[in-house]
């Protein structure tokens, strides 16, 4: 399946992969066989980057992420594309990632401003600098547990917050590369895509190394997702990459990794393997 420029990743229980595609302004849907649902599900946004589920059918986009001007915004889907509020957030500060903690609060990371602020799952404003002096955040992600988790790209840090915005570890993991992405598994793991590295790094929510690199490429990582396989419980990984191709499959793992324009789907051992490809 063709893809221009795969940034955003996630997945839904359905096994459908949903993509933001940031240079042609689409969010695309695929199974994870590769099959296209609706590689335009969604068309006309502005350099979409971060993308998030919730537990209702619906999912929110950053639009304008660190390669637009000031001014992006957060839409509001259903999972079949539909509009439902657009702009649910607007007047940010180059929105590179979104994140709903399951409580009724969505979070939002302002690349620019460094700053995260949080609203209510109606668009209404709760603290627009919730959380500030972060050095060009570029993924968020909230467990279950009332903690939120920014990777900061300047700084190469990884830190934690309390969903009120209390600082639990300001340098909970600390001399990465450009961390540019952020996954949670079902086990309480955190996992960490570097992109000026190319790997992957999985540790615990209290910052301890667990093993790193995990995944090692050649190219650079923008984003990452992970879901458990059923019924063992195994788990994905999912890896967007917009430099030269690559692939790997670590410990029952599934990998996406970019060049060409194309996302290839070929079969691993104990997983299945997403390639794909700028």
């Known amino acids: 399946m063709q893809v221009g420029g795969p940034v955003g990743l996630t997945l839904d229980g359905n096994g459908h992969l949903f993509v933001a595609d940031g240079v042609d302004g689409v969010v695309g849907e695929y199974t994870t066989s590769g099959s296209p649902v609706n590689p335009s599900l969604v068309s006309g946004l502005i350099s979409p980057e971060g993308i998030a589920l919730d537990g209702n059918g619906h999912f929110f986009v950053a639009n304008g992420g660190v390669y637009q001007t000031p001014g992006s915004s957060i839409g509001e889907y259903t999972i079949s594309g539909a509009i439902v509020n657009v702009p649910f957030i607007s007047g940010l500060s180059n929105a590179s ?47 279950g547990n009332g903690n939120l988790y920014v990777a900061n790209f300047g700084n190469g840090k990884i830190r934690k917050y309390t969903t009120l915005g209390d600082t639990v570890n300001a340098s909970l993991i600390s001399g990465l590369n450009n961390p540019a992405a952020l996954a949670l598994d079902e086990n309480g793991l955190l996992y960490v895509a570097s ?80 390639r794909l490809q700028k």
């Open 195 to 274: 992109f000026g590295s190319g790997t992957v790094g999985l540790y615990t929510t209290a910052g301890a190394t667990v093993i790193t690199p995990l995944i090692t490429l050649p190219g650079k990582i923008d984003g990452l997702a992970v879901v458990p396989v059923l019924p063992a419980p195994k788990l994905n990984i999912v890896q967007a990459d917009l430099q030269p191709p690559a692939w790997a499959s670590v410990s029952n793992s599934i990998v996406v990794v970019g060049s060409n324009n194309t996302v290839t789907v070929t079969a691993a051992p104990g997983a299945t393997l997403f």
């Open 97 to 143: 990632s979104v994140a709903l903690d399951g409580n009724g609060n969505v979070f939002v990371a302002n690349s620019w401003s460094g700053t995260i602020g949080q609203y209510t799952t109606s668009g209404a404003t709760v603290n627009d600098a919730l959380v500030s002096g972060l050095s060009d955040p570029r993924s968020l992600i909230c467990d």
